[in-house]
Nanobody
Framework: QVQLVESGGGLVQAGGSLRLSCAASGRTFSSYSMAWFRQAPGKEREFAAAISWRGNTVYSDSVKGRFTISRDNAKNTVYLQMNSLKPEDTAVYYC???????????????WGQGTQVTVSS
């Protein structure tokens, strides 16, 4: 079992930046693929970014060029650097982990509780 704890959410003005962190428990973090999803009010949860165990990355079209996912295996932590934030980025952001390490946009095994990001116009 892997426990994921997100932090770093908050309120920011449009055009600003935030960095989310997700701390994972367990000794096998380095072999997992990690991802960030988000869910806006009244909408379904959607994929934002993912990073494989090797460090390869993939992004949704809505965040590509503005968000950067990275990982620090020594700290069992994955990050999401969010720049040029827009009001439509307002959502609860969830961290997720997948055992097999593959770089995919769905079917993750473990989930965090989420952190709120609010972007004001």
């Amino acid at each position: 079992q892997v426990q994921l704890v997100e932090s770093g959410g908050g309120l920011v003005q449009a055009g600003g930046s935030l960095r989310l962190s997700c701390a994972a428990s367990g000794r096998t973090f380095s072999s997992y693929s990690m991802a960030w999803f988000r869910q806006a009010p009244g909408k379904e949860r959607e994929f934002a970014a993912a990073i494989s165990w090797r460090g390869n990355t993939v992004y949704s079209d809505s965040v590509k060029g503005r968000f950067t996912i990275s990982r620090d295996n020594a700290k069992n932590t994955v990050y999401l650097q969010m720049n040029s934030l827009k009001p439509e980025d307002t959502a609860v952001y969830y961290c997720a982990a997948r055992r097999d390490g593959y770089l995919v946009r769905s079917s993750y095994d473990f989930w965090g509780q989420g952190t709120q990001v609010t972007v004001s116009s």
